[in-house]
Structures are given as structure tokens and as C-alpha cells.
């Protein structure tokens, strides 16, 4: 009996920069086609996102034939070519090094005039080779630490019920929106399928300061990040690896990261979730009163 219906789908071409929405995508080796396979950097290869430049957030990415084309209000468009082949070796969010290739120069000027401060853009080819966290046994993109994020709308009308601002789910950019009736089963999801994909929840996501964040806007607000620390705060998370322990403690959590296979499966709106296995979750409910 399905337990959820996938409502809504988002890639996001660029790492911290604009949603693309969709009404089906492919799983990939690295996840969904598209997602989080370019980075901005900095001259030395450090990672760029929205926690210390907003404006990331305009900037869209459009999937065109052999590459992007990017656009920011202000800034005008470009297009650049996807390489091939790795030219470059840059940070990815948790430290690690990662061989990619480099976009070149219109993308790094264009950055560079954005932020106002030395920018370039790198992107995921065939030949990188990146393994992260609890996922080392399978290649990702430029993800934080899991191949996608689910996240349920149950739990954000939950989190909305007791907030003092209204904010929308692209606020947490996630991969995949489920439909359900019961706030916070995800954080219980262990294997379970969406259609044809298989997924393994492995990772309650930890949450930083993005998702105050308007993403339509670049203005920031308080919320959730109010709401999170009254009721999603994680102060202890046994049973996980020290590094990724340390990014649970002391976070909030809201939504599950997981594997996602077989490569080729196609997701579609409306695909019906079915939970096979289920695990104790590392955050007990918010209580109704709370």
C-alpha cells in the first residue's frame, strides 16, 4: 500500500544557485541527471555557496545542449561548454579534494563580477571520481554528503503549524517531495522505493543558515531557523562516524539523504512510496504541544 506520493522534483544544475523544477527525471551514477554537477569556487578551489554570498540564489542555470546557460538579474547570460575531461582540482563542501574540469573564462568573469570578489566555475566529467560520507562504495557530484534529499510535506506544515514565519519547502532545496499525511516518517525511511528508483535513507540532513534564505528573493529571515532550534534540534546523534556526528550535533535536521538506484530508473510526479524497512530515528517527534 503506497504511504506517500512524490509531488514535486528539483535538480539544481549549480550547487547553491537556482531550482530547476521537473515533472520526471533520470537516476544517474551520481544521483539525478543534472543535479549539483557544476560548483562555484574560489581562486584557490574553495567551495562558494549562499551561506556567505545571498545573491547565489538568483543566478539560473538552464540545462542546454552540451552545457549551461546561466543568468542573474543585473549580470545578463552566458553559455558555457561542459568539459570533458579533468583540468582542475578543487574542495568539495566537506574538505575533500575533487578532480573536475573548468569552465573557463567567461564563467569565471561573470562569477567574478557577481560576487564581486575572484571566482571561478568547475564541473563534475566523467573521468571524477568523488566519494563522500556514508556513500563511499558509489561516485557523487558536488552534493554535501548524500546522492539526494527527501524531504515530506507533512513535516513542513508541521514545522509551519508552530513557526512565526511562512517559508516554502524549495527554502530546504531538496531532490524529492513526498506527499504524506504523517509529519516526520521520514526520519523512519530506511529502504523504500518512489516508482521504479529503490532508496536507502541513510543520513538525517543537517540543516545551516541557507534555508533562511528566500530563494526567489536572496533575502534572509528568521525563520526556519527559529522553528528548527525549538523543535528539530539535534544535540546528540550516536551510532554515527565522528565527522559526520559533529555535523549532526549541534543542528537542526529536516529531511532524510539517501541513495537512490538503478541508474536509468526514470521518476515521475505522482509516483506512488512504498517503505520496505524502517529504523529508529535520530530525532523523536516534535511533541503536539511542543
Given at each position: 500500500?503506497?504511504?506517500?506520493?512524490?509531488?514535486?522534483?528539483?535538480?539544481?544544475?549549480?550547487?547553491?544557485?537556482?531550482?530547476?523544477?521537473?515533472?520526471?527525471?533520470?537516476?544517474?551514477?551520481?544521483?539525478?541527471?543534472?543535479?549539483?554537477?557544476?560548483?562555484?569556487?574560489?581562486?584557490?578551489?574553495?567551495?562558494?555557496?549562499?551561506?556567505?554570498?545571498?545573491?547565489?540564489?538568483?543566478?539560473?542555470?538552464?540545462?542546454?545542449?552540451?552545457?549551461?546557460?546561466?543568468?542573474?538579474?543585473?549580470?545578463?547570460?552566458?553559455?558555457?561548454?561542459?568539459?570533458?575531461?579533468?583540468?582542475?582540482?578543487?574542495?568539495?563542501?566537506?574538505?575533500?579534494?575533487?578532480?573536475?574540469?573548468?569552465?573557463?573564462?567567461?564563467?569565471?568573469?561573470?562569477?567574478?563580477?557577481?560576487?564581486?570578489?575572484?571566482?571561478?566555475?568547475?564541473?563534475?566529467?566523467?573521468?571524477?571520481?568523488?566519494?563522500?560520507?556514508?556513500?563511499?562504495?558509489?561516485?557523487?557530484?558536488?552534493?554535501?554528503?548524500?546522492?539526494?534529499?527527501?524531504?515530506?510535506?507533512?513535516?513542513?506544515?508541521?514545522?509551519?503549524?508552530?513557526?512565526?514565519?511562512?517559508?516554502?519547502?524549495?527554502?530546504?532545496?531538496?531532490?524529492?517531495?513526498i506527499d504524506t499525511d504523517r509529519p516526520w516518517a521520514e526520519d523512519t525511511w530506511h529502504?523504500?522505493?518512489?516508482?521504479?528508483?529503490?532508496?536507502?535513507?541513510?543520513?538525517?540532513?543537517?540543516?545551516?543558515?541557507?534555508?533562511?534564505?528566500?530563494?526567489?528573493?536572496?533575502?534572509?529571515?528568521?525563520?526556519?531557523?527559529?522553528?528548527?532550534?525549538?523543535?528539530?534540534?539535534?544535540?546528540?546523534?550516536?551510532?554515527?562516524?565522528?565527522?559526520?556526528?559533529?555535523?549532526?550535533?549541534?543542528?537542526?535536521?529536516?529531511?532524510?539523504?539517501?541513495?537512490?538506484?538503478?541508474?536509468?530508473?526514470?521518476?515521475?510526479?505522482?509516483?506512488?512510496?512504498?517503505?520496505?524497512?524502517?529504523?529508529?530515528?535520530?530525532?523523536?517527534?516534535?511533541?503536539?504541544?511542543?
Amino acid at each position: 500500500m503506497s504511504q506517500g506520493t512524490l509531488s514535486a522534483i528539483y535538480v539544481h544544475p549549480i550547487k547553491s544557485c537556482r531550482r530547476i523544477e521537473l515533472s520526471e527525471i533520470e537516476v544517474s551514477a551520481t544521483g539525478l541527471t543534472g543535479d549539483r554537477e557544476w560548483q562555484v569556487v574560489t581562486e584557490a578551489g574553495d567551495p562558494v555557496t549562499q551561506r556567505q554570498h545571498k545573491i547565489l540564489a538568483l543566478v539560473e542555470p538552464q540545462l542546454v545542449e552540451g552545457g549551461l546557460r546561466i543568468s542573474a538579474p543585473g549580470h545578463g547570460s552566458i553559455e558555457v561548454e561542459r568539459p570533458q575531461t579533468n583540468t582542475t582540482t578543487v574542495r568539495g563542501l566537506l574538505g575533500d579534494e575533487v578532480a573536475c574540469g573548468e569552465a573557463g573564462a567567461q564563467a569565471a568573469t561573470f562569477f567574478s563580477e557577481l560576487l564581486a570578489t575572484p571566482a571561478r566555475l568547475s564541473v563534475i566529467t566523467p573521468a571524477t571520481n568523488r566519494e563522500v560520507g556514508l556513500f563511499k562504495d558509489r561516485v557523487v557530484s558536488f552534493v554535501d554528503a548524500a546522492p539526494v534529499v527527501v524531504t515530506n510535506t507533512a513535516s513542513l506544515a508541521d514545522l509551519l503549524n508552530r513557526s512565526s514565519e511562512e517559508f516554502g519547502m524549495e527554502r530546504f532545496r531538496p531532490n524529492l517531495v513526498i506527499d504524506t499525511d504523517r509529519p516526520w516518517a521520514e526520519d523512519t525511511w530506511h529502504e523504500f522505493s518512489i516508482g521504479e528508483t529503490d532508496l536507502v535513507g541513510t543520513l538525517p540532513w543537517p540543516r545551516c543558515v541557507i534555508p533562511q534564505i528566500d530563494q526567489d528573493t536572496a533575502q534572509r529571515h528568521k525563520e526556519p531557523a527559529l522553528v528548527l532550534r525549538a523543535h528539530r534540534w539535534c544535540e546528540q546523534a550516536p551510532g554515527y562516524p565522528a565527522g559526520l556526528r559533529a555535523a549532526l550535533e549541534g543542528n537542526a535536521l529536516f529531511g532524510m539523504g539517501a541513495s537512490i538506484d538503478p541508474v536509468g530508473a526514470i521518476l515521475r510526479i505522482g509516483d506512488p512510496l512504498m517503505v520496505q524497512s524502517t529504523m529508529e530515528p535520530t530525532l523523536a517527534p516534535p511533541g503536539r504541544h511542543d
